[in-house]
């Protein structure tokens, strides 16, 4: 019985072994930095997408802009020659045209909005990312033989700095 004991209790430990492997900071902290920055991928890529489609949908508001002034000469020589028939076909098509553009125009402004958000959200993205980075840089930095302590690294102290304060040390005794 003691005999199984000890074999549980060795592969709890090193079942636990393996679970403090797999769930190393760092490793976490590299997945979740490729996560973000596959996140903030898509959403540019979402921000292209809108960005075309604005482009599309300016370019649909100048050619129903050019339709219906095209419409309105023709309505005028209708109407300047008493045609009423065809001046009811050309409203018809000139109302049509009016609420094309005016869905169009609709469709811009909830563009813009996605955009505006979703610009927004890629800053804060890109700010998060920026953060994670420089934490992962700092515990690599730690795990290479660095400073792994919760204090920022301020650098390595130089032999010039450390003569310098040397010289001021000496200094100020001799005032003294």
Same mark, same amino acid.
């Given at each position: ?8 209790r ?8 393996i679970?403090d ?12 930095? &490729?996560?973000?920055?596959f ?6 890529? &979402? ?12 370019k649909?508001?100048?050619?129903i ?8 000469e023709?309505?005028?020589i ?10 009811r076909?050309?409203l018809? &098509?000139?109302l ?5 553009l005016q869905?169009?125009?609709?469709r ?7 955009r505006?958000?979703?610009t927004?959200?890629?800053?804060e993205?890109?700010q998060q990312?920026?953060s ?15 400073v792994?302590t919760?204090?920022?690294t ?23």
């Open positions: 019985m003691a005999l199984v004991t000890r074999l549980s060795l592969f709890q430990a090193d079942f636990h072994a679970l492997r797999i769930e190393e900071p760092d490793l976490q902290l590299r997945q979740a930095v &490729r996560e973000m920055q996140a903030l991928d898509q959403d540019r890529q &979402r921000q292209q997408l809108l960005e075309h489609e604005a482009e599309q949908l300016d649909a508001v100048g050619s802009g050019d339709q219906l002034r095209a419409l309105d023709e309505l005028d209708c109407l300047a020659a008493n045609k009423d028939d065809l001046a076909d050309l018809r &098509r000139k049509g045209a009016e609420k094309q869905a169009t125009r609709e811009g402004v909830v563009i813009d909005r996605q505006q958000t979703l927004r959200q890629i800053d993205q890109t990312l920026t994670m980075q420089q934490k992962l840089e700092l515990l690599v930095r730690g795990d290479d033989g660095g792994a919760g204090f920022s301020m650098g390595a102290i130089r032999n010039e700095e450390i003569e310098i304060a040397l010289l001021r040390e000496k200094q100020k005794r001799s005032k003294s």
